[in-house]
């Protein structure tokens, strides 16, 4: 994983990483930052593809069962052309040819739009294949540490982070107001993009049975700046109190923005909800789906915290199911509710409709 912890650095800096499947290397770049494709072109001796997600392309109205597909690209395509097929809202269907020539990815463009996703870029690739004329040029690059090679099938693991490697790094007493006497134990993924915290409140000695717990996704919006967009500041004061009530517990304080996009998609979305569309709808639109969000890490750090029966406050099945097939046993299910408000409402009717969470009591009340 080493490698590719190098190359996602490489790849937030704007640099293209070679991606290998079985002997066949592919240059890859991200879309987002890029202003053309002639660079890429040059380097790899062919011309680019794009490669975009299953759900980019229902947003444009192209059904696809693969998870991915490769456009190639007109060498006269423009900068606004291309960032458009990757995060335009309304697409017209096939201008001048653009969509022609569409064909699932292979291993190595799925490798590559795993990369982007991991980097917390827009789900959008930037693909040549390296050509018999310029294999040389790129060997000598990567000899000399000028590119990075990974391997395609890891590229498609990296999603997942690392489990069982997260790293317990620092923790001390924050006392809360509403939970006087807790502890922030912080962790660390490999790669060192993504940073946990487990508040562990109360003394875990005094714990018996099931372990209350949340897991609360990070929302800077919301938790810090008291956004109305949706009610997760709430939910996590709320979590906390709870868990204070039934005499101690933990609150997983995870880095998973805008559930697992990012801050950045996170804004780029709710400027598409600003024109209209619900939040699976915009997420969609920039080429993600309903929930990009991975629960190994929830798993790793209760395991460290020696949890293994738990109590949970969430309104979502997934999470739920996430634990169990991490081996933690969730013994029950407490609802977490925050207010509904004129300004969250379509955000939630959204969660409960579309994302199955289980909304129906807090909902049915402004009926």
């Given at each position: ?28 770049q991200a879309l987002e930052g890029s202003e053309s494709v002639e660079t890429l072109a040059q380097t790899a001796g062919s011309r680019p593809a794009l490669v975009l997600t299953r759900h980019r392309l229902a947003a444009m109205g192209i059904s696809l069962t693969a998870e991915a597909a490769s456009l190639p690209l007109a060498a006269d395509i423009s900068v606004s052309e291309l960032h458009g097929l990757a995060t335009a809202e309304n697409w017209p269907q096939a201008p001048s040819g653009l969509t022609s020539g569409l064909k699932p990815a292979g291993l190595a463009e799925r490798g590559a739009v795993a990369l982007m996703r991991r980097a917390l870029l827009i789900p959008a690739a930037l693909c040549a294949f390296v050509s018999e004329a ?234």
């Amino acid at each position: 994983m080493y490698q590719i912890e190098r190359a996602i650095f490489d790849i937030r800096r704007g640099l293209p990483v070679v991606v290998n499947a079985d002997g066949q290397r592919l240059l890859v770049q991200a879309l987002e930052g890029s202003e053309s494709v002639e660079t890429l072109a040059q380097t790899a001796g062919s011309r680019p593809a794009l490669v975009l997600t299953r759900h980019r392309l229902a947003a444009m109205g192209i059904s696809l069962t693969a998870e991915a597909a490769s456009l190639p690209l007109a060498a006269d395509i423009s900068v606004s052309e291309l960032h458009g097929l990757a995060t335009a809202e309304n697409w017209p269907q096939a201008p001048s040819g653009l969509t022609s020539g569409l064909k699932p990815a292979g291993l190595a463009e799925r490798g590559a739009v795993a990369l982007m996703r991991r980097a917390l870029l827009i789900p959008a690739a930037l693909c040549a294949f390296v050509s018999e004329a310029a294999a040389a040029t790129i060997d000598q690059q990567l000899a000399q540490g000028r590119l990075l090679e990974v391997d395609a099938e890891e590229a498609q693991q990296c999603l997942a982070g690392a489990p069982g490697m997260l790293k317990r790094v620092s923790e001390a007493h924050i006392p809360l107001e509403e939970a006087a006497h807790s502890r922030f134990v912080l962790f660390r993924e490999p790669d060192g993009l993504r940073e946990h915290v487990a508040v562990v409140i109360g003394e875990q000695a005094q714990w018996q049975g099931a372990v209350p717990l949340r897991m609360h996704s990070a929302c800077l919006t919301g938790d810090l700046f008291g956004s109305l967009r949706c009610d997760c500041g709430e939910q996590l004061r709320n979590a906390v109190a709870d868990i204070q009530a039934m005499g101690g517990g933990v609150l997983l304080y995870l880095a998973q923005e805008g559930r697992g996009i990012g801050l950045a998609n996170k804004l780029r979305a709710y400027t598409l909800q600003d024109g209209g569309l619900d939040t699976v709808d915009a997420d969609q639109v920039l080429g993600f789906g309903d929930d990009e969000r991975q629960y190994a890490v929830a798993v790793d750090m209760l395991n460290a915290l020696e949890i293994t029966q738990v109590q949970l406050l969430t309104n979502n099945p997934l999470k739920m199911e996430a634990l169990r097939q991490g081996g933690i046993e969730v013994v029950s299910r407490q609802a977490l509710y925050g207010s509904v408000t004129d300004q969250n409402h379509r955000y939630l009717n959204a969660k409960a409709t579309r994302g199955g969470h289980l909304l129906e009591d807090v909902l049915s009340d402004q009926r």
